[in-house]
């Protein structure tokens, strides 16, 4: 293990981030946008049973939580799941874990940036400020990781301080306090079909806890960022645990305020559940606080997942699997500058061409399966080597798998087509390097 005060090996990253800045990166990609979206579709395909959604995509968080956690300890490198893949299963599962990761998150952080727009500025402007988010959030990504932590650190803080109003005015609504008609939790779920019959219900549950996964995921960012952490063996696990249970209580209390406040149908069919919560507890005032604090949370996410879409890069590229100039390591940041500026530069192609505000299913796809590889890798592990049981693993990665063919039919479909695409580049990749060997 490199010691923290001497300098890491040319092309290698420094280790400087401790325990707090490992837990801060873990909450800044989880606290994202997802928290003030994900309620509506999810309340859309669960209804009543939202909360059992929820309680599903927790537990199958957990296990990959876990499995990840245990991995990170053998393996202390930048990449994540692409790494463990790579080194238990094989480069083919460990290539379409990174793949998936840096293609589907490209798309993800390319949304990120329109969301925070939308909510921050008007319509004719949200183009040109997520441009310049993305262009700001790169520029302190390369100023080095620790920036990263504290930038990361500050915008979540605000945002979890928000999260409380909004739980608080759910309290005040759900008692008879608010000024405005309240949901119920009870009568016709907004879904028809979720209601004819207990597969229908279960299905519906089930979708709803893979797009609520999408809101989970972001602990890999610890992980990710392996290679950049003091002490790996003891802090990665306990970070990991630590951003996990926070976000747990987090989503369950923010989850619940929803929906006793709002009830299933008028949840399903909100824009805005957040600021609706609050406007039913007669808030005004808390209105323009709740969409500030969702386009911070946004941007926080858009921070720390461009540096974890660089760090699989550089991993991948040090490989060969990716272009090897992605691996190049400032000498002075100690961060990777060359696969920072590049993913900077394919969001925002993202943000002028398309409108990826409905992404949440795709990246779902994409970071399920990122996870089912990790569970696979965590399953080989041997009993020395286990800080988890061998069960728990193995319940992760059928969860995952349960939970992508759950999702909608076109998220599938296009995740789908994303593999292919990775498959003919690695294949058309392994043909040009053998001839150049050759």
């Known amino acids: 293990m490199t010691d923290d005060s001497v300098p890491p090996p040319p092309g290698r990253l420094a280790r400087r981030l401790n325990l ?140 979890i301080v928000v999260l409380g109003i909004v739980v608080v005015a759910g309290l005040v609504a759900a008692s008879g306090g608010g000024s405005a008609a309240l949901g119920t939790t009870t009568g016709d779920s907004p879904v028809a079909p979720y209601t004819a019959g207990i597969p229908e219900i279960l299905y519906g549950i089930l979708q709803s806890a893979g797009l609520l996964f999408f809101a989970f995921a972001g602990y890999a960012r610890i992980a990710t960022l392996g290679e950049e952490v003091r002490h790996p063996a003891r802090t990665i696990p306990r970070a990991i645990g630590l951003a996990f249970l926070i976000v747990v209580v987090i989503y369950a209390a923010v ?12 949840l399903a069919a909100s824009v805005a559940p957040l600021v ?59 961060v990777p500058h060359v696969a920072e500026i590049a993913a900077g530069a394919a969001i925002i192609v993202l943000v002028l061409v398309a409108d990826l505000r409905g992404a949440i299913g795709f ?29 728990l693993s193995i319940a992760g990665a059928v969860g995952c798998l349960v939970l992508v063919v759950t999702l909608p039919p076109q998220s599938i479909v296009a995740g789908v087509i994303v593999l292919a695409a990775g498959a003919v580049y690695r294949l058309v990749n392994i043909a040009v390097h053998r001839r150049l060997t050759s």
């Not at 909510?119 to 310049?132: E, S």
């Not at 997942?305 to 060969?320: E, F, K, N, P, Q």
């Open 20 to 159: 707090g800045d490992a837990v801060a990166i873990g909450l800044a990609a989880m606290v994202g946008a997802g928290v003030f979206a994900v309620w509506a579709p999810a309340a859309q395909a669960a209804g009543a049973g939202l909360l059992i959604g929820l309680a599903v995509a927790a537990f199958v968080a957990f296990a990959n939580a876990g499995s990840t956690a245990q991995l990170a300890v053998q393996h202390p490198e930048s990449g994540g799941a692409y790494r463990y893949g790579r080194e238990r299963l094989g480069p083919w599962p460990g290539f379409l874990a990174g793949w998936s990761f840096v293609i589907g998150k490209t798309a993800s952080c390319a949304a990120m940036a329109l969301t925070a727009a939308a909510y921050l500025v008007p319509a004719d402007w949200q183009r040109p400020v997520a441009i310049a988010a993305v262009i700001v959030l790169v520029g302190v990504n390369l100023l080095g990781v620790t920036r990263t932590a504290r930038v990361g650190a500050a915008l979540v803080t605000a945002v």
């Open 255 to 266: 989850g619940s305020a929803a929906l006793v406040t709002l009830g299933p149908s008028l």
């Open 276 to 334: 609706e919560v609050v406007s039913a507890a007669g808030w005004g005032w808390a209105e323009p606080v709740v969409r500030i604090a969702a386009g911070v949370a946004a941007l926080g996410s858009l921070l720390v997942l461009i540096a974890g879409i660089a760090r699989t890069a550089l991993a991948m590229a040090r490989d060969d699997e990716l272009p090897r100039r992605l691996a190049s390591v400032h000498p002075r940041s100690q």
């Open 363 to 391: 990246s779902s796809f994409g970071v399920l399966l990122y996870y089912f590889v990790a569970n696979s890798a965590a399953v080989t592990q041997p009993q020395a080597e286990r800080r988890v049981p061998r069960w």
